[in-house]
């Protein structure tokens, strides 16, 4: 696609529910991000996808949180029994690796992000 | 720990004026550093990327300068407009995991007509 979209845009469930939250990078990019931001906090790096190899998840922050990324495309954030503490917005962002020549190499690219509201 | 910090939190200037916005890393050691928009409500637009190997990049109005010795990256953006009021994020990359931007909290321009 020409942008990253990601689904829903707004989710607001209650405590003890799980969600997903959906990513469809830019047709392409084979590096895949989860940030999360939180109300008057910066961004915290969740997730990290890079082709096949595997995943950079040393930014969960509980096991209740997992993701995936399928045929090295669309990802799902899976956040199970969901607290109060995960209200946020979840942004998801793709880029391409390359050499530090090529025009937009490593620029990531961000989705409009999916805010969550648990209550 | 590697920290990244933006000064000011907030800068509200007129129509015109030519500014600076600054952020500050820890650890000098850096794959390279992003600058990025984010209007409210929306996700965050890349402005800049500067490698660790350059000094500065520069986009239309838009300057950033990297001095990695000193720890500080600084977004110059000249004859400021309405359409510039948004928040300015820095990211550095330390590499290793390339996903793994830190991010500054960011500035919160407002430019006055």
């Known amino acids: 696609g020409a942008g990253v979209s990601q689904s829903p845009s707004n989710k607001v469930t209650e405590k003890g529910k799980d969600v997903e939250l959906r990513c469809d990078p830019i047709?392409?990019?084979?590096?895949l991000y989860w940030y999360r931001q939180s109300l008057g906090q910066g961004l915290e790096f969740l997730i990290y996808?890079?082709?096949?190899?595997?995943?950079?998840k040393s930014g969960l922050p509980s096991d209740r949180f997992s993701a995936e990324r399928t045929g090295g495309s669309v990802s799902t954030l899976t956040i199970q029994r969901t607290q109060q503490e995960d209200s946020a917005v979840y942004l998801c962002?793709?880029?391409?690796?390359?050499?530090?020549?090529?025009?937009?190499?490593?620029?990531?690219?961000f989705g409009a992000g999916s805010r969550l509201t648990v209550l | 720990k590697q920290e990244v910090t933006q000064i000011p939190a907030a800068l509200s200037v007129p129509e015109g004026e030519n500014l600076v916005l600054n952020c500050s890393f820890t650890?000098?050691?850096?794959?390279?550093l992003q600058w990025f928009r984010q209007d409210p409500g929306k996700g965050l637009t890349s402005l800049l990327l500067?490698?660790?190997?350059?000094r500065e990049q520069t986009s239309g109005r838009l300057n950033a300068s990297l001095d990695k010795s000193s720890g500080r990256s600084t977004l110059y953006i000249a004859a400021s407009q309405p359409g510039d009021s948004a928040t300015y994020l820095c990211?550095?990359?330390?590499?290793?995991?390339?996903?793994?931007?830190?991010f500054g909290k960011g500035t919160k321009l407002s430019v006055k007509p």
């Open positions: 962002a793709s880029s391409f690796r390359g050499t530090s020549g090529r025009i937009g190499a490593n620029v990531l690219t």
């Open positions: 047709s392409g990019h084979t590096a």
């Open positions: 996808f890079q082709g096949n190899s595997a995943p950079d």
């Open positions: 650890d000098s050691a850096i794959y390279n």
């Open positions: 500067i490698q660790s190997s350059q």
């Open positions: 990211a550095v990359n330390y590499g290793g995991s390339q996903g793994n931007l830190i």
